[in-house]
Structure formats: C-alpha cells, structure tokens
T-cell receptor, first 109, second 114 residues
Framework: ELKVEQNPLFLSMQEGKNYTIYCNYS?????LYWYRQDPGKSLESLFV?????AVKQEGRLMASLDTKARLSTLHITAAVHDLSATYFC?????????FGTGTSLTVIP | DAMVIQNPRYQVTQFGKPVTLSCSQT?????MYWYQQKSSQAPKLLFH???????NEADTPDNFQSRRPNTSFCFLDIRSPGLGDAAMYLC?????????????FGSGTRLTVV
C-alpha cells in the first residue's frame, strides 16, 4: 500500500525562524510536487521536482528531492505570517497523484 | 486565461437527493481527475479519465459516478448523498507526458448535505 507521510502534521513557528517539513513516501517515484492550500481554497502549485537531487527555490521556500531515500523536504527561511497555510506534498505514480497527510503551518508574529 | 472551472462554488443538497457537480477546462488536457477532500484531510482520488477511458479507484463508493461527454467537461454525480459525503470536491487536469507541469486544480465545490 502506498504511503505518503508528512512531518510534522502541525507546525507553529515564530516569524523570522527557519524550519523544515518532511515528506516520506513508500514506493519508487522520481516526480514529487508541493502544493499550498489556504483555508477553504483550492490547491496552488508551489514546486515540481522531477529528478533525484532536484532543488527549487521561490522566495522563502526551498524544496528538494532525494529519490533514493524517498524523501522530499520543504524548507522555510525567515518565516512570515503570509506563509500560514496547509502544505501538501504529492507523489506521481503512473500519472496519478497521491497526496501526503498535509502540514498545517501557523506563523506567529 | 486557460483554466479549470468548477461550478458551483458552494452546493447545498438534501440527504438522499441526487446532485451533480461540474468541471470544465480550456487547457485541452486529456486527463481529468476528481478528488474528495474532507475537513483537515488530504485530497483523496475518486476517479480519473484518461481521454475517454474511465478509471475508478477501488475504494470509491458506488454512490459516486462520473461522466465526461467531451474533452472539456467532466461531471461528478452523487446519486444519494449522505452526511458523510459533505466535503470539498476538487477537479484537476493534466496532460499526458507533461508531468513537469503537474496538475491544474479548479477552485473546488464545497458540498453541504442537510
């Protein structure tokens, strides 16, 4: 059974701090995606990672992929309140996305 | 702008009364997906169309059906909604061989069952 697990599930952090969200998956895939979801809204694409060692950065967020370890990370640098949202990773298996459990991030002033 | 449009944004239906949610796309993507997302949970794939080929997830209840009359439109029919079917329903599209784009999601339809 495919499992896509994120850690932590809930994250409360102060503005200006750094933190990393982890996404582990249980089957072979070299395509992983990160999405952001604001309350009551749909999913917004953040990063597309298509190979081992891929690293993408956008503003205060940086995502990486290690396909051998079946691990992706989403690193937050100097968090600001606007980053408060739920973050999902998703693994592409045969053109189907399987979402992680989600990480609910709250950035406290 | 090319996009994925879901209607309505909010739908209230009565327990047991059939309801249809719609999704349209102007991206000309050949793959369309329906996801169910309950509160504080990850989106769960219900089924997807690969061109006209319908693919049902093994654990999708029979109460859920789908139609794709053409490339642009896809419908989700819930034959007899129960209270447990209250959720956000997300439509997504992708293009075969274009994994680097990921999925494009619609804005979702929030279904309430009363």
């Amino acid at each position: 059974e495919l499992k896509v697990e994120q850690n932590p599930l809930f994250l409360s952090m102060q503005e200006g701090k750094n933190y990393t969200i982890y996404c582990n998956y249980s089957t072979t895939s070299d395509r992983l995606y990160w999405y952001r979801q604001d309350p009551g809204k749909s999913l917004e694409s953040l990063f597309v990672l298509l190979s081992n060692g891929a690293v993408k950065q956008e503003g205060r967020l940086m995502a990486s992929l290690d396909t051998k370890a079946r691990l992706s990370t989403l690193h937050i640098t100097a968090a600001v309140h606007d980053l408060s949202a739920t973050y999902f990773c998703a693994v592409d298996i045969g053109n189907q996305f399987y979402f992680g459990t989600g990480t609910s991030l709250t950035v406290i002033p | 702008d090319a996009m994925v449009i879901q209607n309505p944004r909010y739908q209230v239906t009565q327990f047991g009364k059939p309801v249809t949610l719609s999704c349209s796309q102007t991206l000309n993507h050949n793959v369309m997906y329906w996801y169910q997302q309950k509160s504080s949970q990850a989106p769960k794939l219900l089924f997807h169309y690969y061109d006209k080929d319908f693919n049902n997830e093994a654990d999708t209840p029979d109460n859920f059906q789908s139609r794709r009359p053409n490339t642009s439109f896809c419908f989700l029919d819930i034959r007899s909604p129960g209270l447990g079917d209250a959720a956000m329903y997300l439509c997504a599209t992708s293009r075969e061989g274009a994994a680097f784009y990921g999925y494009t999601f619609g804005s979702g339809t929030r279904l309430t069952v009363v």
